[in-house]
């Protein structure tokens, strides 16, 4: 079975802290992606990556950055954390030629809250 | 680029009806239609998809159908029991259209009462 871990279930974090969220998938998959997601919302790419030091803006980028220094680690970073941050992420990783066509295979998920 | 609109957000059925949850699309290129589905507190699972070369895919008792004129899809899952209650999230994309990942909907809770 794939299995892609997060380093860390819940954060409790203050405004304007530096957080890091940590992905390590174990299958060799090229694709990782960042997911936000919020009651209502649905599941929001952040960011995502095809290739190590690779990386691609998603649809809400803005207050992220990511960083993919090897193949099974992509990590989240949000430099200045604020209230409007406190959400689910989501990492997810793929296997495909084509980083639009694998299945997805997501983690358990870190639920980040913001005071 | 892609738009994928979900309906309805919430659903509620008697357990051994039907569900019916439908998406629409907004980019006539996109090809592939996956569906998850997530469970309370579990993350979100690949259930079935489709390709746009065929108008239909059944699994036991779930189905989707896809009518590409229209620019719509939707899951279809018959004789539905608790262990069905989640929310399910349609996605669309561009196979073939370079690092273009999937846009998901906003999701369906669905709720099947014993």
């Known amino acids: 079975d794939v299995k892609v871990t997060q380093s860390s279930r819940y954060l409790v974090k203050r405004t304007g802290e530096k957080v890091f969220l940590e992905c390590v998938q174990d299958m060799d998959h090229e694709n990782m992606f960042w997911y936000r997601q919020d009651p209502g919302l649905g599941l929001r790419l952040i960011y995502f990556s095809y290739d190590v030091k690779m990386k691609e803006k998603g649809d809400i980028p803005e207050g992220y950055s990511v960083s993919r220094e090897k193949k099974e680690r992509f990590s989240l970073i949000l430099e200045s954390a604020s209230t409007n941050q406190t959400s689910m992420y989501l990492c997810?990783?793929?296997?495909?030629?084509?980083?639009?066509?694998?299945?997805?295979?997501f983690g358990e998920g870190s639920r980040l809250t913001v005071l | 680029g892609e738009n994928v609109e979900q309906h309805p957000s919430t659903l509620s059925v008697q357990e051994g009806d039907s569900a019916v949850i439908k998406c629409t699309y907004s980019d006539s290129a996109s090809n592939y239609f996956p569906w998850y589905k997530q469970e309370l507190g579990k993350r979100p699972q690949l259930i079935i998809d489709i390709r746009s070369n065929v108008g239909e895919k059944k699994d036991q008792r779930i189905a989707v159908t896809l009518n590409k004129t229209a620019k719509h899809f939707s899951l279809h899952i018959t004789e539905t029991q608790p262990e069905d209650s989640a929310v399910y999230f349609c996605a669309a994309t561009t196979r073939g259209g370079g690092n273009t990942p999937l846009v998901f909907g906003k999701g369906t809770r669905l709720s099947v009462i014993a």
């Open positions: 997810a990783s793929s296997d495909s030629d084509l980083i639009n066509t694998g299945e997805l295979f």
